[in-house]
């Protein structure tokens, strides 16, 4: 309580000293923590990020496997381009929504790689988005051992968050599951193909 009346006085006195067209002295409060603030702030900003990119996995995801559901065959002549066309298109667009094609989100997300997998089953399309990252860079959170940050009572999901923030290359993936959608196939008549 005593800091605090003391940060009011000293308020009132530089709020004071501008009225009366004197100019200000810089506080000390304010010289030595304004980097702890701008460090938190950071910090905070890195955590945000984390949050943002499994969002938007989570949203590119469904695309891809909706998408997928509608547009690929049953009929094993057009595997080819489920694979090699409509795959490819699939995951042009989503690295453009999550964020690869523009340098600024790719490096506060810390992006590095993404990969689409399809398998096909009897009923389900299985599509897994995976999305590997770069250390986070937040030098200040890696200078101690992740045993010492991450001991009791913290566990594995301190451990893969130390990991995330100092190691990098961490896989954030999403996994969906689609089922065959029975599009009607163009009748051909025999003899004719």
């Known amino acids: 309580m005593t800091a ?6 000293r308020l009132g006195r530089g709020a004071r000293a501008l009225r009366a067209g ?40 469904y695309y891809a496997a909706r998408r997928w559901q509608l547009e690929s065959h049953l009929n094993a002549d057009y595997v080819d381009w489920d694979e090699n066309t409509l795959k490819k298109d699939i ?38 988005l995976t999305v590997v990252t770069n250390p986070a860079g937040v030098k200040l959170l890696c200078k101690y051992p992740k045993q010492a940050v991450c001991s009791y009572p913290y566990g594995a999901a301190c451990m893969n968050g ?14 969906k599951y689609v089922p065959n959608r029975d599009r009607p196939i163009q009748f051909v008549l025999p003899g004719l193909k």
Request: charged share 20%.
């Open 4 to 9: 605090f009346k003391t940060v009011l006085a």
């Open 22 to 61: 004197r100019p200000g002295q810089a506080m000390t409060e304010v010289v030595l923590l304004f980097p702890l603030f701008l460090l938190i702030v950071f910090i905070t900003a890195k955590i945000f990020a984390l949050l943002v990119l499994v969002q938007k996995l989570e949203i590119a995801s």
């Open 91 to 128: 995951e042009k667009n989503v690295r453009g929504y999550i964020g690869f094609d523009t340098p600024a989100v790719s490096k506060f997300l810390n992006l590095r790689d993404l990969k689409i997998e399809v398998v096909r089953t009897q009923v389900w399309n299985v599509v897994t």
């Open 162 to 175: 130390h990991d995330y923030l100092c190691r990098g290359g961490k896989q954030l993936e999403v996994i």
